[in-house]
Nanobody, 120 residues
Framework: QVELTESGGGSAQAGGSLRLACSASGFTYETFCMSWFRQAPGKERELVSRISASGVDHYVDSVRGRFTISRDNSKKTLYLQMNSLKPEDTAVYYC??????????????WGQGTLVNVSS
């Protein structure tokens, strides 16, 4: 059973930084593709970044160059380093797991989400 728990959300000012973490259990973490999604108020959930089992990463254009995704397989933890934050980054951020290590796009488990609030 895929279990994911996010942490690290909170408030930041524009230009600041936050680091999100997602602790995983109940599955073979190192073989899964892992992703970060976000959902802003009144908007649909969107993919922010993903990292394959082999470590290949992908970013949505709006965060490329500002956010960095990483994974520590020994700790079964996924990270999202967010720098140069903007008010439009305000959202609930979700961690997700895809059994297909090459990232099929279909998620097999979700965390409960962590709120990031960026003020101008």
């Amino acid at each position: 059973q895929v279990e994911l728990t996010e942490s690290g959300g909170g408030s930041a000012q524009a230009g600041g930084s936050l680091r999100l973490a997602c602790s995983a259990s109940g599955f073979t973490y190192e073989t899964f593709c892992m992703s970060w999604f976000r959902q802003a108020p009144g908007k649909e959930r969107e993919l922010v970044s993903r990292i394959s089992a082999s470590g290949v990463d992908h970013y949505v254009d709006s965060v490329r160059g500002r956010f960095t995704i990483s994974r520590d397989n020994s700790k079964k933890t996924l990270y999202l380093q967010m720098n140069s934050l903007k008010p439009e980054d305000t959202a609930v951020y979700y961690c997700a797991a895809d059994w297909n290590g090459w990232c099929s796009g279909s998620q097999d488990g979700w965390g409960q989400g962590t709120l990031v609030n960026v003020s101008s």
